[in-house]
C-alpha cells in the first residue's frame, strides 16, 4: 500500500458541482489505495482545499471573465474553458512533472476537457480519462453523429415519441437536448470521444449490475480499458466537494419524520425552473398531503413567483410538513430513514445516489443526460416513474402517493430495495466494482500506456 505513495496523481475536474463531486470521490478512493493526489483546478468553481486536507490543490488559473464564467450557455462555456485552460495547465502540468515530490505516475482528466490529450503527450505523462456521467448516455452521446444523419436530430416535436432502435428504450422525446450551438456542441462530444479512445483508460461512476449491457458494448466498440467502480461515493467517507454551503437544519427537521415518508426534491446544481413551473411544484407538493423537503437553489426559479405570492394553503402546508432549504447535505438526506421518494431532475450524480440508498425517483429530466437517465430509471430499471406531459400539480401529487403510500407503487420501492443491494455488494470484496478497482490500481502502477 505505502509504496504507491511514490505514485502522484494529478486529477483535473471539470469547474460544475456534478463533475467536481465525483472527480474528488475519485481522488479520495485512489489516496484510500495508497496514492498521492494533487488536484489542478480552475478559478472558476474553485474547490474548498480545507474539505480535504491530505490532497495538494494547485490552481491553473483561467483567464476568464466574471461575465463569461458565469454565462449560462453551457456549450460556449466548456468551449471557452477549452480554449483559455490549455496553455496554463500544459504550464502547471510541467511543473508537477519536474517537481521534486512524488513523480506523476498518471493525469485523469474530466472526459470534457479536450487539450489534456495533447498536453499530457507532451508532457510524457499517461493519461486516463473520468467521464462522470453514466455508460448508456456516453454511448448516446458517441452516436451524435449517427443520430443526426438518421434524422432524429435535432429534436423535431412531431416526432416526439418515434422510437430509435439504435438505443432502445429511448424515444427521440428521452434523446439528450444541450441548447448551444451545434458545431460548438459536436465539436466537444466529437474532442471527448477520440479523447477517450486514445486515452490509457476510461473510468466511470457506475457498476456493472445496472448498466451492464452498455458497459459491454463500450468494451466491444473501443478496445481501450474500462473501469467502473461506482458508486463512488459508497467507497468509503469521503468529504463534501459542495460549492454552496449545506445546510444541516433539514437533518434535524428529517429525524423528526416517519420513516420513508417524505419526499425530498431538488434539480441539482444547473436546472431552473420558470415561475408558473415553480407554483406547480409548489402546489402538488402541497396537494399530495406528504411531508416535503425542497431544495430551492440561488438563482434555480426563474421569473418574479416568490414563495410569499403562493396560495395560502401552500404556505399552511409549508408550516405543518414541508422544509426549504438552498441546499441540501444530499448524500445524508438520501440515506436518512424518513425519505421515501425523491423528485429530481436525472443528472447522473443524483440517479446513482437515489439509487444506491433505494429512493425511488420522481424523473423530471430537463436536459443533456437527464433524459436518458430518466428513462432507464422508470423503464428498464423500474425504480421510479417518468412525469411525462409537463408540470401539473394533480399528477404531480399522484406521483408523490403513488411512490410513498399506494399499493400501487409497491413493485418500484421493492426494485429499488434490490438496486440499494446490488449497489451494496459491488463494492463488497469480490464484487463488480471492487474487483475493477483493483484492476484500476493495477493499471495505473503497470507501465504499459
Ligand atoms: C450536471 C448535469 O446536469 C448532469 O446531467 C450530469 O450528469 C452531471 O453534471 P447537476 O445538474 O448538478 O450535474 O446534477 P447531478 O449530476 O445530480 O449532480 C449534483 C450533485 O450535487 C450531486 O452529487 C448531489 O448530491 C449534489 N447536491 C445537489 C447536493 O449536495 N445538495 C443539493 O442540495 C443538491
Known amino acids: 500500500m505505502n509504496q504507491r505513495n511514490n505514485h502522484r496523481l494529478v486529477l483535473f475536474p471539470l469547474p460544475f458541482q456534478g463533475h467536481i463531486n465525483p472527480m474528488l470521490q475519485l481522488a479520495q478512493i485512489l489516496h484510500d489505495r495508497g496514492f ?3 488536484v489542478l483546478h480552475t478559478d472558476l468553481n474553485s474547490p474548498d482545499p480545507s474539505s480535504h486536507p491530505h490532497f495538494a490543490f ?5 483567464g476568464l471573465g466574471q461575465s463569461e464564467a458565469s454565462a449560462s450557455d453551457l456549450v460556449r462555456l ?3 474553458l477549452n480554449a483559455r485552460c490549455a496553455a496554463p495547465f500544459e504550464e502547471r502540468l510541467r511543473e508537477e512533472v519536474s517537481s521534486p515530490d512524488a513523480p506523476v505516475t498518471c493525469l485523469i482528466a474530466d472526459a470534457l476537457f479536450s487539450f489534456p490529450r495533447d498536453v499530457a503527450e507532451r508532457a510524457g505523462v499517461r493519461r486516463m480519462v473520468l467521464r462522470t456521467g453514466g455508460a448508456t448516455s456516453l454511448r448516446v452521446f458517441a452516436g451524435f453523429r449517427l443520430l443526426r444523419e438518421r434524422g432524429y436530430l435535432p429534436i423535431e416535436e412531431s416526432r416526439l415519441e418515434d422510437p430509435v432502435p439504435e438505443f432502445p428504450p429511448l424515444r427521440v422525446k428521452d434523446l439528450p437536448r444541450i441548447t448551444g450551438e451545434p458545431e460548438l456542441l459536436d465539436r466537444i462530444l466529437n474532442d471527448m470521444i477520440e479523447g477517450i479512445k486514445d486515452s490509457s483508460g476510461l473510468i466511470l461512476n457506475t457498476f456493472e449490475d445496472l448498466e451492464q449491457p452498455a458497459l459491454s458494448l463500450l468494451r ?14 459508497k467507497c468509503g467517507p469521503s468529504s463534501s466537494g459542495s460549492l454552496l454551503a449545506e445546510d444541516r437544519s433539514c437533518i434535524s427537521w428529517l429525524d423528526k419524520q416517519a420513516p ?3 419526499v425530498y426534491v431538488s434539480f441539482g446544481s444547473i436546472a431552473s425552473v420558470n415561475g408558473s413551473e415553480f407554483s406547480e411544484i409548489a402546489l402538488g407538493l402541497a396537494d399530495s398531503q406528504q411531508p416535503f423537503l425542497w431544495v430551492i437553489r440561488p438563482g434555480s426559479v426563474s421569473g418574479s413567483e416568490l414563495l410569499e405570492n403562493l ?4 404556505l399552511e402546508a409549508l408550516e405543518e410538513r414541508g422544509k426549504i432549504v438552498k441546499w441540501a447535505p444530499q448524500h445524508e438526506v438520501l440515506a436518512h430513514r424518513a425519505v421515501g421518494a425523491f423528485w429530481t431532475h436525472n443528472g447522473w450524480n443524483s440517479t446513482l445516489e437515489s439509487i444506491s440508498e433505494g429512493v425511488p425517483m420522481i424523473c423530471m429530466p430537463c436536459f443533456s443526460d437527464q433524459t436518458v437517465n430518466a428513462r432507464f430509471v422508470s423503464d428498464v430499471w423500474r425504480v421510479g416513474v417518468n412525469l411525462n406531459n409537463g408540470l401539473e400539480r394533480r399528477k404531480i401529487a399522484e406521483a408523490i402517493r403513488k411512490l410513498l403510500v399506494e399499493k400501487e407503487g409497491e413493485e418500484v420501492r421493492e426494485r429499488a430495495a434490490l438496486f440499494k443491494e446490488k449497489a451494496s455488494s459491488c463494492l463488497m470484496q469480490g464484487g463488480s466494482s471492487f474487483q475493477s478497482l483493483d484492476g484500476l490500481a493495477n493499471h495505473i502502477l503497470s507501465s504499459e500506456s
Open 311 to 314: 396560495p395560502g394553503y401552500f
Open 78 to 80: 466548456i468551449t471557452l
Open 58 to 62: 494547485r490552481s491553473i488559473g483561467d
Open 220 to 233: 466491444q466498440e473501443d478496445p481501450i480499458a474500462v473501469f467502473p467502480i461506482g458508486p463512488f461515493h
Open 260 to 262: 420513508n415518508s417524505v
Open 36 to 38: 498521492s493526489i494533487t
